[in-house]
Every structure is written in structure tokens, then in C-alpha cells.
């Protein structure tokens, strides 16, 4: 099975995922597709109440070992969110993490792979 995890929000001011999330929460049957698992979430639920690109600190940039590994209670929301969204989205095969600009930069999208956080495996103690 393929799973598909689709956030908005990581970026409370970027409504083109926020949006989507919502949508897919409302109808959830339109976005089923045989062996495939969406899971929409949102990223930084408290930047989009507040419609706010981050309360603390930017969460796209919270993703490190040195974050991810600290102790929980660190003081940074997005700090506790990172660790929670690893929590929650590990398995997934493929992630959408959906933003919007406002620059000039016409329609894009970036596609990728990388491993952008593994926990520390016993055997490398």
C-alpha cells in the first residue's frame, strides 16, 4: 500500500494547503484511489489559527537531528511539532507538503527525495 500524506499549514499564511487539507477533510471519499492512503494534515495547526507564518520559529527549518533529537519542552512550538510530525509521518512513502508564494514566480513544483532525519540506529552507539 502506498501511503500519501498530504500537509498544509506548515506556513500558516500559505492558504493553497491549508485549503486542500480542509477539502480533503470535508470529502475525504473524492481522494481515495485503490492502495493509496491519504492522510491530510496539518502542519502547524497554531500558525493557521493565528494566520501567522510561524509562532516560534520557521517549521520548514526545524527538521534536524539537533531539534528533532532534543528533549521534549524545548520552549519552540514548531520544535514540538517537528518531533510529532516525524512521530506521525514516518511511514508514509511520499509526503505533499503544499506551499504558495506570493513573489512572481509563477506555478511550480518541486519534486525531490531525501532523507531529511533518521534517529540514531542502536548499532551506531
Given at each position: ?16 494547503g491549508?485549503h486542500?487539507v480542509?477539502?480533503?477533510?470535508r ?5 481515495q ?25 520557521d ?7 539537533q ?16 518531533r ?5 509521518l514516518?511511514a ?5 507538503d503544499?506551499?504558495?508564494?506570493t ?6 513544483i ?16
Open positions: 500500500m502506498c501511503i500519501r500524506d498530504r500537509l498544509g499549514g506548515t506556513h500558516g499564511n500559505e492558504m493553497a491549508i486542500l480542509r477539502k480533503i477533510k470529502s475525504p471519499a473524492s481522494f484511489r485503490p492502495g493509496i492512503r491519504t492522510l491530510p494534515v496539518l502542519a502547524n495547526p497554531q500558525a493557521v489559527e493565528q494566520c501567522t507564518r510561524f509562532v516560534d520559529c517549521l520548514n527549518r526545524c527538521f534536524t537531528a531539534v528533532l533529537e532534543a528533549e521534549p519542552g524545548d520552549g519552540a512550538y514548531e520544535h514540538t511539532r517537528a510529532e510530525l516525524v512521530q506521525e514516518g508514509a512513502s511520499v509526503v505533499l503544499v506551499h504558495n508564494t513573489s512572481n514566480a509563477g506555478t511550480m518541486i519534486f525531490g527525495t531525501c532523507l531529511l532525519y533518521t534517529s540514531p540506529s542502536p548499532r551506531d552507539s
